[in-house]
């Protein structure tokens, strides 16, 4: 398998992604790529990624973003001892009809900060061949990489961090529960270890409550119907 033509287009999520899927995909596999590290390091304001609107301007919030491991190395990371050698999350097989669509898409979702890569990525069927995967990375020049920063600084933000869409600790605490929905093998320490962190501070005071969300994954038949969804949860 692999994602050189439209008729054979695997993309690999890694944050929202995971609970968020992109439209018309007609497989999802869990599994794991290598060689890079995922941190909470990179920046997003209230409308990139445009799926998040998870801070503002005055006060941006955190999203995901891998790092290759070789450059990982080479930083002061205070999680160093805790990192394995697997990024656990979900490749989406696109309807090749849809890809054209899915990639315009998925630029506007994804592409401020980050750049597109290629990767193995081992699916957690050991059946099931390897798939070569598009992934979103935000690389290290990219303006809203942040570099390496104590877990501790990264949770009071998320914590504080209020955009259109919701509350910043909600994209940590989804992506903590999606992440262990996918194997016995896919718990993330980086993860785990803020998520503690955020539970243990005071939730931000909301002028107005959330609406009710899902983590029910749902094969959409447009972009359009999937940045409804979107704006629900």
Known sequence: MGSD????????????????PPPHFDQRIPGYIQGYVRRFWQLVLNNFPSEDHRGTPEAPGRVVTLIEKSFWETL???????????????????????VREVQEYLDIREINGYSIQYTPFHPADSNLPDIHCLVYIGMPDNPQFLG???PQDIAETINSSIGPSGENRE?????????????TNSHDEHITDLARRVRALA???RLSQLQG???????VSSTEEQEEIEKEV
């Open 203 to 205: 939730p931000p005071v």
């Open 148 to 150: 390496a920063l104590h």
């Open 171 to 183: 994209y940590l605490l989804h992506l903590e529960k999606a992440l262990e929905s996918l194997s």
């Open 213 to 219: 969300s899902t983590y029910a994954l749902k094969r």
């Open 76 to 98: 002061d990371d205070p999680q160093r001892h805790t990192e394995k050698d697997h990024v656990w999350g979900v490749a989406y097989h696109i309807i090749p009809s849809k």
């Open 5 to 20: 033509s439209p008729e054979d287009f695997w993309l690999f999520g890694y944050g929202s992604l995971i609970w968020k």
